[in-house]
């Protein structure tokens, strides 16, 4: 029987699976909400139904969004303390130590988001111009406390879905100057940046980066321009080792736009992976790291 408590997590599991306008770290905050809410309301006469429940849900928000490590490392953390601790207690007592941890988590990721931000921006410092590609929470943080110094922007589509149109309306607002370009130039732009600056949907052990598909390539032309790439990302989006190899996630081939015809396949691959030898630095909560 579906209740109206499962069928909202339902509808919170499809919307992080589908979304394409938050980055990995707000997803993974709205997948710990949907936890915290199943913590509280999850229908279950014993302990070791709700337990159940609960870990079924998690496993399945874990893997919903593969190329996004900050998902499933939060989800983790919480199975590892909220989960955990509730066990042999009273269901409701359990029930908010469930809660109380997921909330937790939740505040450290804002907070890790912030302070990595914070690093990036002092190391940049003032009158720069910064050039970025797709659409990262922890990238607008940087250029909010940038704003007031004098940078510029320089703003590539983010394609399929302009993910930088939403960016450059952000940076108009903060007064920020901004270019906006075609994916297709980067080449020809990255030369004016002082420097490239990107988020991160996971790091992987290997220290290279999988983020938006041209990353890449952008990248590729800063390193052949000697202009420092780097990237911005909370610690929450390591990769475990014993996660195995990286799954890269695979949208609607119809986001292009593209016609049909016969024999012609449309490929719509959303992320891709930076080497770490093309990454000048990342910066954290803690600083920079190299």
């Known amino acids: 029987m579906t209740t109206r408590e499962s069928l909202r997590f339902e509808q919170g599991l499809a919307q992080v699976q589908n979304d394409r306008t938050q980055g990995a770290a707000e997803l993974a905050r709205e997948s ?24 079924e849900r998690a496993q399945r928000l874990a893997g919903c969004r593969p190329s996004m490590a900050a998902i499933r490392h939060l989800i983790e953390r919480w ?19 469930a809660a109380a941890a997921g909330r937790d988590l939740i505040e450290q990721s804002q907070r890790a988001t912030e302070q990595a931000a914070e690093h ?28 007031p110094l004098g940078v510029a922007a320089i703003v590539t589509e983010s394609r ?49 980066l ?30 475990s080792v014993d996660w195995g190899d990286p799954e890269f996630e695979q949208m609607d081939p119809g986001e292009l736009g593209a016609p049909v015809w016969a024999g012609v396949t449309v490929a719509n ?17 803690h600083g920079r790291e190299r």
Not at 269 to 285: K, V
């Open 210 to 239: 999988i983020n938006k598909a041209g990353t890449y390539l952008l990248a590729l032309a800063a390193h052949d321009q000697g202009i420092p790439f780097y990237v911005c990302s909370e610690r929450f989006k390591q990769r």
């Open 120 to 147: 990036l921006a002092r190391h940049l410092g003032a009158g720069r111009v910064l050039m970025t590609h797709s659409l990262s929470s922890t990238i607008v943080g940087v250029f909010t406390r940038l704003a």
């Open 79 to 97: 199975q590892a303390t909220g989960v955990t601790l509730a066990d042999d207690r009273p269901l409701d007592e359990g029930r908010g130590i």
């Open 32 to 55: 710990l909400r949907l936890l915290v809410d199943s913590a509280l309301t999850t229908e279950a006469s014993t302990l070791m139904d709700w337990r159940r429940s609960l870990l």
């Open 269 to 285: 691959e959303y992320f891709d992976r930076t080497p770490a030898g093309l990454i000048s630095a990342w910066f954290d909560e």
């Open 160 to 208: 399929p879905l302009q993910e930088g149109y939403r960016l450059a309306e952000r940076l108009s607002a903060l007064g920020v100057p901004t270019t906006l370009m075609t994916d297709a130039q980067m080449g020809l732009f990255v030369a004016r940046a002082d420097a490239v600056i990107v988020g991160a949907d996971s790091r992987c052990p290997d220290g290279s």
